[in-house]
């Protein structure tokens, strides 16, 4: 089996005047770009050229959006379709939800209205009684022997400090849910998506995902390979991430997560061809790669 994670920037179907289009991989919400759709054709090519059998997005507005995407501009690759899917309502206000593709069937779980005191996070630096545990969602999701957690953390702006706390909320409330699932210690889980964890804090937010709770699988990559995501300002960081159980790092030793960069804009740099219609900022997949982990057998 081939697992995705992709954050792709704000997909978001629109309906101007009756007429639908896609937004395209930018910030903001400035009315139509004239480069929307050739953002979106290359978000489409990445995800066919990854051809795995599990999708794990971030950013997409709603389960409309997902269907739309998928049935006019991925069906239009050639790609094997993603005949199962799910885009369950979250806590970001602009809709930047969690979303799943797969191509077999699946269950599917929003952790969206989860409360601290729920997981006996209560009185915690960055916990509110009275707002939902997490930014986003955690998305749940059961795929046979293998069980997925999405998630995209909160960003760390525009208060850094605010923002690590909450993240670290977050990451509790994450290991609490694993912890209730899986009480065996030989459970196959995989925490997968945006954690937009900068590494370089002194003590990262997500720690309590990390060993010996989890295995960071991103660790397994090449240094000068462990980047997915860059900013115009030409700072290049790795928050998607892949944390195993021990159980799956140990099955499958030699599993390491593969970037694909063929959709970052071509100033973003690197070593990795691009599609033929990237520019130099813009067209663009997204400004994050995607990442794929084969488990062979699964």
């Known amino acids: 089996m081939r697992v995705l994670t992709f954050n792709v920037q704000n997909l ?22 004239p480069l929307d ?10 995800l066919a050229r990854a051809d795995a059998d599990f999708c794990a997005l971030q950013e997409v507005f709603d389960r409309d959006t997902l269907d739309y995407f998928h049935d006019h501009l991925l069906r239009a690759t050639g790609a094997t379709p993603w005949p199962y899917r799910a885009c369950l309502s979250g806590n970001d206000g602009g809709g930047r939800d969690l979303a799943a593709m797969a191509r077999r069937p699946f269950a599917a779980r929003s952790d969206a209205r989860l409360l601290p005191g729920d997981l006996g996070l209560q009185g915690l630096p960055g916990a509110r009684a009275d707002l939902p ?44 849910v694993i912890e209730a699932r899986h009480p065996d210690p030989g459970a196959l889980w995989l925490v997968l998506g945006d954690l937009n964890d900068p590494r370089r804090d002194p003590e990262r937010a997500v720690a309590p995902l990390l060993a010996p709770f989890g295995v960071d699988l991103t660790e397994r990559m090449p240094e000068a390979e462990r980047w997915t995501w860059w900013q115009d300002d030409h700072h290049r960081g ?12 140990a099955r499958w030793p030699g599993a390491v997560p593969r970037a694909i960069r063929a959709g970052l804009s071509r100033e973003a740099g690197g070593r990795q061809p691009r599609l033929e219609d990237v ?3 813009r067209p663009r997949a997204s400004d994050h790669a995607a990442l794929v982990l084969d488990l062979d057998g699964l």
């Open 37 to 46: 759709y050739a953002d979106r054709r290359l978000t489409a090519e990445v």
């Open 279 to 281: 520019g130099a900022l």
């Open 133 to 176: 545990v997490f930014s986003r969602d955690l998305l749940e999701v059961g795929l046979g022997a293998l069980s997925l957690y999405v998630v995209h953390l909160k960003a760390p702006w525009p208060d850094p400090e605010a923002a690590w706390q909450r993240r670290r909320v977050e990451a509790l409330a994450v290991r609490r």
């Open 238 to 249: 790795c928050p998607d991430a892949m944390i195993a159980s021990p159980a799956l790092a």
């Open 12 to 33: 978001r179907l629109r309906r101007p005047d009756g007429r639908e289009r896609l937004d395209g991989a930018r910030d903001g919400e400035d009315g139509a770009d």
